[in-house]
């Protein structure tokens, strides 16, 4: 009996140094992820490396005719590795937007007067990778969400609101989220929506106000509130407003809306700000049309692709700059002066810019958290002719189903770990009674 019982305890402790073994290589993969560095799991016998979210540039090609992508770090192209995104049904495809809180991608095709929609999933790469840890695909639909349209750029708000330049009407304008998502279910077609000027829209709402205002007290059935019917809403035209001339780049935060001026910087502004949702003022004596609230930032020059930072407004110049302004001056700077042919541009949230030169036939980054002429240039990557980009960062929501997947591995070790001990403990207390 007592010879029966050594055994088992000697069999326990063996067990249970097993299981403690991989218990505690969950939980360190576990502080690991928490670290949010890159970790090793045991599944199956296996050593297999889990996910760690990467940060990713999206460009456009328009001489390529297609939408690309590579992994970023360190501000380097990971061995300068390019995968395709989108190769087909394009051909002039120009500013791009992504919509991170819901996986979209805005594509601007200028020849095909459209923009499209699509949403992005990711997956682990496991072919022709390239060196390439993540795998981008669309999900199988792409939607023209505005068509008839000269639009080479695009922004969208954190509500899902889109706004584009539109180079053929010299307009502004925004597609609310309501009306997309009404497009990408089916139930309605870009060809049915309207166009609407935000003076027309509020000069229904206030004349439905002045109707009811008459009404006064006189007993009547309260009014049957109708829908306007969907549009895109022009809201800032050269012919209206004087800070539009041939309008390009455009960056939506906020209540506020901020564009560039291709043509006429010097008059309309090189940046112009406005609002995203503008209420129509009185017009002034002698004046026709109402007048909006928009002005003009800086008037040195004309420009293309604009992005904004927390305290600084970004953009490039129809020449060879990359220029800077503090928010609430109209100073500007040249942060740098040796490019070819700058478009598109983007922030990555922290201390650096993304520049897309179509003629260098590259992108750039470049610092931005200080104000300083000359700064240094770092080369990103190579690829033909680049005109937008947008920026995936390690934050977006698009990453989240691959952290589950893969980092819930450790988790799950840890709660078979912690079961089998559990039982073996169990065992253990009734054989030695």
């Known amino acids: 009996m007592v010879a029966g019982r050594i055994i088992v305890v000697v069999l326990f402790h063996a067990l249970f140094a097993a299981v403690h073994s991989a218990s505690s ?3 360190s993969a576990r502080l690991r992820t928490r670290a949010g560095k890159r970790m090793k799991a045991k599944d199956g016998g296996v050593w297999t490396e889990l996910f760690q979210a990467p940060e990713m540039l999206l460009i456009s090609s328009p001489m390529e005719r297609k939408v690309s992508y590579t992994e970023l770090k360190n501000f380097k192209s990971v061995g300068g ?22 996986n979209a991608l805005y594509i601007c095709d200028g020849s095909l007067r459209k923009i499209f929609r699509v949403v992005l999933k990711a997956f682990k790469c496991k072919r022709q990778c390239k060196g390439l840890n993540i795998q981008l695909r669309t999900d199988g639909n792409r939607y023209t969400v505005v068509e008839g349209v000269i639009a080479q750029w695009a922004s969208v708000d954190a509500k899902g609101n889109l706004f584009f330049t539109d180079q053929e009407t010299n307009s ?10 009404q497009i990408t279910k089916g139930k309605l077609e870009p060809k049915d929506l309207g166009k609407v000027t935000a003076a027309e829209a509020a000069g229904e709402e206030a004349a439905k106000e002045n109707s009811e205002e008459l009404i006064g007290e006189k007993p009547t059935k309260p009014p049957i509130p109708t829908k ?6 022009q ?4 012919k209206v407003c004087p800070h539009v001339g041939t309008p390009a780049g455009i960056v939506a935060e906020g209540d ?6 291709q043509i006429g910087g010097m008059s309309s502004g090189t940046v112009a700000e406005g609002k995203t949702d503008p209420r129509v003022k009185e017009p002034a004596e002698g004046d026709v049309e109402p007048s909006f609230p928009s002005f003009k930032i800086t008037t040195e020059k004309s420009a ?10 970004l953009f490039t110049d129809t020449t060879h700059n990359v220029w800077a302004t503090s928010r609430g001056t109209q100073e500007t700077l040249a942060l740098t002066s040796n490019l070819l042919k700058p478009r598109g541009i ?8 993304y520049v897309a030169d179509q003629e260098g036939n590259f992108i750039v980054s470049l610092p931005v958290g200080l104000l300083k002429p000359n700064a240094p240039v770092s080369r990103v990557l190579d690829i033909h002719a680049p005109f937008g980009i947008a920026l995936m960062k390690k934050s977006d929501p698009i990453w989240d189903p691959l952290k589950e997947e893969m980092n819930g591995g450790a988790c799950r070790i840890a709660s078979a770990s912690s079961l089998v001990m559990l039982v073996v403990g169990a065992a253990f207390a009734i054989i030695m009674g």
């Open 256 to 261: 506020r809306l901020y564009w560039t001026n």
């Open 228 to 233: 306007a019917p969907p549009a895109i809403f």
């Open 235 to 238: 809201l800032y035209q050269k």
């Open 346 to 353: 983007v922030w990555d949230g922290d201390n650096t810019a």
């Open 25 to 27: 290589q969950a939980f």
């Open 304 to 313: 293309y692709g604009i992005c904004l930072t927390t305290s600084k407004i």
């Open 81 to 102: 590795t390019v995968l395709p995104l989108l190769d087909a049904g394009l051909v002039a495809q120009y500013g791009i937007a992504w919509d991170a809180p819901r």
């Open 172 to 181: 502004v304008n925004k597609l609310t989220v309501d009306v997309i998502e």
